[in-house]
Every structure is written in C-alpha cells, then in structure tokens.
C-alpha cells in the first residue's frame, strides 16, 4: 500500500497535475492566472476546460456530473446531469460545455434563504469555483465528475456557506498585503488563510444504532443511563485501536486520500468508542471543502463496515462530547507563516503586529466568534469539562504573555524565554529542546506555536462559517492599521506604538489559566468578556450595527444576507428542538413506558405467585422494586403530558425566533424532566425487557 500511496493520492482529483497533462499551455496559463490571481475567466478558456474535463471524467468510467455546493443547511447538495447528448440518428454523444461548467441552475426557494428567497422566486445559481478542484465520486449510482461551485440568488446574495468564505478570503488577503508593503515586502502578491481542522466522531453498531429512534432523527441519544464504567480511566484516549475500527480507518484513509483529502492523523480519542482524523493544512477554501468530503465519506464508509458514524456534537451524556479544533494562520505565496514568531519573538515586529490585529479582532468580535461555532448540539458541549467554555478568551502561553508584559509595562521587549532541554531522567533516553511554552486545553482559542486553535467550532457544523468570520474580523484590524501607519511620518515609531496601545487595550483577551475552573467566569465577568451560553443567545450578534458595518465593509455580508443568516439559525434551532421533543414522546409512548407496564405485571405476578406457593415468604424486595419502579413510571408519564403540551404551545408562536427563545426556555427543560425518570428506569428494570441498546451496548460492544 505505501509504494503505492504517491500513485494513490489524488487519483480522482482533476488537479494540478492532471491539468498540465490535459490542457494546452495557453489554457493551463490563463486558468492558473484566474485561480492564484483572481483574473476573469475567458469563456474560450472553459470551454477547453470543460472538455479536457469530461473527457477525464469519462476515461474513468464517469457517465453524470454535478454542481458541488454547500447551502445554509451546513451539509452538502448536488443534482447530477448525465454527459449525453442526443444526436438526429437517434443515438448519443458525450458532451459538456463551457457554459455546463461555470453555471447551474438549482431550485433556489427549497433551500434555507432566510427570506432572500420567497417560494415563488425559485432561481438560483450555481457558479465554479475554479479555485477547488473537481473530482470523481463512486458509489453505488456510478462515477460522478463534481464541481465545487458557489450558490447564490438569481438577484445575486449568497445562499450558501462558501460564497462569504471566498469572500473573507480577499478581504484577508487585500489587507495583509497593505501591511507587508509597508515592511517592504513587495514581492508578496497574495496572502492566504491555512486551516486544518480536525475532526472529531463517535462509531457505533450498525444494527444498534438502527434500534435507537434518537440516534436516527436527532444524531443523538435523548435517553440513556451511564454504564458502570464510562471514560474515568482515560484508557481510550490514544489506546490501541480495535480490529473492527481499524479497518474502517483504513478504508476511510484510502478514499479521502484519492479524493485528494491529506488524512495525516488518526487515533482514539477520550470518550469511549470516539475517534479522531486531522488533515495537513489547505487553503481555507480547498480545507472547508475536504472538511465536508471528510464528513461525507465518514459516513458512507461506516455504512460498509456495518458501524455508523455520529458526528453530533454530544451523542452521549456523561462522555466527550465532539468537536472541531478549527486551526487557522495566515501564509503569503512567498512561502512565510506570519504568524510565526520566530525564535525571539521580541524581536520579530512583524509577527506582533499581526499578533495584536488577532488579539484586537478576537476581542472586538468575540460575540462573532461565538455564534460563528454554535449549533443546537453544541449547547451541550461547550462549557462542559471537556470543551473550552463559551467564553471567548485567547492563550498565548509563557514566552508570548511575557513579551507582550514587557511592551506594555516598559515600552520595549527585550528577552523571549526559552523551552530550555527537557530531560527525563532516563539515561538511554536523549533529551531534547522543548517548546517555550505549555499547552492549554482549556481555551477556546489558543496559540500553537505558530497558529491559532478555534477549539469551539462543533463537530457537525462546517468550519466555512468559523473562517469567514475570523478572516473578516481580523481583515477589519489590519485595514484600520494599515489606514494609520501608511500616513505616519515615521513607520518605525507608529509601528511601536501601535503594537503597545493595541496589546494595552485588549490585554483583557488573553487568559493562560483553567478555562474550566468557577473563578474565571467571575474573572471573565470582571473583564467585561462576553459569557453567551447558548446558540439563541448568540444569534442576535449576527445583525447588531457593528457586525452589519464590519461584514458590508469589507464586501463578506450585506444586512440582508446578515439578517437572512439570522433568520436561518433561528429556525434551525427551533426545528432541532421540536425533532428532539417530538422523538422523545414517540419513543417514551411507543417504547419506554409500554416496557415498563409490561415488567410491573411481571414483578405484580412474581408477588403474587410467591405469595401462592408460600404465604410466609417475605417478597418485601419484590414489592419495593415494584413500588419504585410505579412511582418513576407515574413520573414519567406526567412529564410526558408535560413535554407534550409545552411542544404544541413552542409550535404555535408566530416568528422563528419567538419558538427559538422558548424551545431553549421551556422545552428543553421539560425534555430534561422526562429524560430523568426514564434514565431511572433503565436501571431498575431487567435489561431483557429494555426496548433499546443501552449506552453500554453502544459504546463497548463495537
């Protein structure tokens, strides 16, 4: 396999290398200027596009093709087109022009718009987005050729997850480049966001899963009693990986790696029967994209090997939850990390600058930040001891929390610290250079050495939106910089002053402590930072004047795309919960109380025939399981007419957002009341009886 992994990867990829061997020059030219420069694309030059294309396409047994796009639904969408054309002597030819490649036209109304689309309006576009490379998919309709593309109104706002991406992605790069110019880096043309986002999931039993109504409709359990052992010993995480498992790791890589995705890491993660696979570094764009392959195929490999695979962000309580370490820097094409600090950061000025625009953004826009992550199933993970709090705050570690000390306190720094040698006591073991600093799970946004981890970002959710927002606001800082230090009289001075005011007044952002612990909220809350603890809460900041000012001016989101965002989260929410609440009386009516009823006329028969054969036998145990089990069941079905009217009354509100704010207010706590004594329940009735897999079938028997 690994002599033949070079050969492997990419394979079904129309890359780089395939379009050198494909395209004449002059078209390959043209099109590499459109893709690394931005320049319009020449119809002719798509014309010869597509046809080298389709003639690849179907060379590899491909007979349809599809416009590959990511509507506000979070996932992806496509509808396929076969090549073939009829000809007058009733028979075909295969064809697929220019005009095929670069545009489709969707139903724009079926998809979530927020408003920007009303059902009578139902066009929309689909446009190629040359800058990501099609590929081939098999399964079991064929080979099909997609082409990632675009998705907007036939009045042209964004429907879509990628369009304020790309957008993001030229507002980051026309501002970093103002700055450099000023450091004298004129040969810097174009500076992109890297990402490398890992992705977090649960495997689970095929047949199991099929068993559990919750897992099929709301991606998690909404009952289940903890087993005996749970991920107390921590001997999951990075533990040997099971025969089973394993095998689907190694499909999995193998079809992500012909897709042309960089699958680099893959072990356990904490929670039992939770697992992890991180990519190496893309451009924002092409990463989001293989982010969502990623998901797809995860899926789609599960189903092979008779597991399926949970990408919720907490489909089990009292374990891990998932989630998606969205690791984001800033790269020019010269090859240069600015966000690397160098090995004395002090020193490196550069490197502060963009240092503090991130600090300043993150600060300003922290209520950005949050809803850039939050989802319904994120509400039970973040703050949990196990994810970063909701609280937005940045980790810097040592060496970078003692320069910005000195800049503030003295005006200059003079020193970094060092890692020093790490030695382990072992003579045979060789010592080595550690890093200059410790790392911090407990932050929601960290600095790695020489990037910064977005640890809030939800399993499920693409991580388009989170890179949006953080090449948007971090764009605004280095538009406001460069405006300043373009007409200083002295750069070398504004330079230094600007480093120090702006580490002065966002100083607040920065926290290396324990993200977990009860004190930093009260620290947090002295600071004046933001504590939005769930997804409703968060919505609003989507359509406050600074965000409207911030995404319209650099061209990312208009107020009526901003507005249409918010409307969509609202309803997505609102049509979560009301699943949630609806799956819990299914399941509690047809399943867990029926079970119940059944098991109390055993244990009542048990009495009874107990009581025939020997009058004087005590069954004192009997009678009180009895009891017990009466009482939780009687518990149970109040809070299930409870659940139940309080769902009818969420359904009856007029606006998406009223539903919203009173599914999280009242629903959600009325689905807690049921979940409680039925969760009882499961550990008092014999487990024969039991109408699902519990939490220990599902998370040990793999």
Not at 273 to 300: F, R, S
Not at 527 to 538: D, F, T, Y
Request: net charge negative; charged share 25%.
């Amino acid at each position: 396999m690994s002599e033949k992994l070079t050969e492997l990867f990419g394979s079904d990829v129309f890359n780089d290398a395939t379009m050198v061997e494909r395209l004449p020059k002059k078209i390959y030219a043209a099109l590499k200027k459109t893709i690394e420069n931005g320049e319009d694309l020449n119809p002719n030059v798509a014309e010869v596009v597509a046809n080298a294309m389709k003639d690849w396409a179907i060379e590899r047994g491909a007979t349809h093709y599809t416009h590959w796009f990511q509507p506000m639904t979070g996932i992806t969408a496509e509808k396929h087109d076969s090549f073939i054309s009829p000809t007058s002597d009733g028979k075909i030819i295969m064809e697929f022009s220019g005009k095929e490649l670069i545009k489709g036209e969707p139903d724009a109304s079926s998809f979530p718009s927020g408003g920007l689309r009303a059902t009578f309006e139902a066009r929309g576009y689909t446009a190629w987005d040359c800058t990501s490379p099609a590929f081939l998919r098999e399964d079991a309709a064929g080979v099909t050729l997609c082409i990632p593309t675009a998705f907007c109104s036939y009045t042209g706002e964004a429907l879509d997850m990628k369009t304020p991406l790309l957008r993001s992605m030229e507002a980051i790069n026309t501002q970093a480049v103002r700055i450099l110019k000023l450091f004298g880096h004129d040969t810097v043309k174009k500076v992109s966001a890297s990402v490398g986002p890992e992705q977090e999931y649960f495997l689970v039993d095929k047949a199991k899963y099929l068993k559990r109504d919750d897992l099929i409709f709301t991606g998690r359990t909404l009952f289940g009693a903890m087993p005996p052992k749970g991920q107390e010993l921590d001997d999951h995480y990075f533990g040997s990986i099971k025969e089973r498992v394993a095998s689907y790791m190694k499909e999995l890589n193998i079809e992500l790696w012909k897709l042309g995705v960089t699958a680099k890491t893959q072990h356990n993660e904490v929670a039992p029967a939770q697992h992890e696979l991180a990519p190496i570094y893309a451009t924002a764009n092409i990463a989001c994209d293989h982010n969502q392959l990623i998901m797809e195929c995860m899926k789609k490999v599960a189903n092979r090997h008779n597991l399926a695979c949970l990408l919720h962000e907490k489909p089990f309580a009292g374990v891990n939850g998932s989630g998606k370490h969205d690791n984001w820097s800033l790269v020019t094409d010269t090859g240069k990390n600015l966000l690397d600090p160098g090995k004395t950061p002090h020193e490196n000025v550069q490197f502060l600058l963009f240092l503090s625009a991130v600090l300043k953004a993150v600060d300003l826009h922290a209520d950005l930040l949050r809803i850039s992550a939050a989802n319904p199933g994120n509400d039970h993970r973040l703050g949990a001891n196990e994810a970063p709090p909701a609280i937005i705050s940045v980790f810097l570690g040592e060496q970078l929390e003692d320069v910005i000390a000195q800049l503030i306190e003295t005006g200059e720094a003079t020193r970094s610290k060092s890692g020093g040698k790490l030695s382990v006591g072992v003579q045979t073991i060789p010592g080595f250079m550690k890093d200059a600093t410790d790392r911090n799970r407990t932050s929601p946004f960290a600095f790695t050495g020489n990037k910064f981890e977005f640890r809030m970002v939800a399993s499920s959710m693409s991580v388009a939106t989170a890179n949006t927002v953080l090449n948007t606001i971090v764009a605004d800082v280095l538009s406001e910089m460069a405006d300043e230090l373009e007409v200083a009289e002295n750069f070398e001075v504004a330079l230094h002053d600007l480093i120090k005011k702006t580490l002065t007044e966002h100083k607040r952002i920065v926290f290396n402590g324990n993200g977990y612990a009860e004190a930093w909220v009260e620290e947090a809350t002295r600071r004046g930072l933001p504590n939005i603890k769930s997804m409703v809460e968060a919505i609003p900041a989507l359509v406050t004047d600074k965000a409207i000012e911030v995404f319209g001016k650099h061209k990312v989101f208009t107020a009526a795309e901003l507005h249409s965002r918010a409307e969509v989260l609202f309803e997505s929410y609102a049509k979560a919960i009301n699943i949630e609440a609806k799956t819990m009386i299914s399941m509690a009516q047809a399943k867990y109380i029926p079970a119940v009823i059944r098991y109390t006329k055993q244990l009542a028969d048990s009495i009874n025939a107990v009581k025939a054969a020997a009058a004087d036998v005590d069954v004192s145990v009997q009678v009180g399981l009895l009891k017990e089990i009466s009482a939780l069941l009687a518990e149970a079905q109040t809070a299930l007419k409870k659940l139940q009217e309080i769902t009818a009354k969420a359904n009856s509100l007029e606006t998406v957002e009223e539903q919203s704010r009173f599914f999280k207010s009242d629903v959600t706590p009325a689905m807690a009341a049921l979940r409680g004594p039925i969760d009882a329940l499961e550990v008092l009735v014999a487990k024969e009886v039991w109408p699902v897999p519990s939490y220990g079938d599902l998370l040990f028997e793999i």
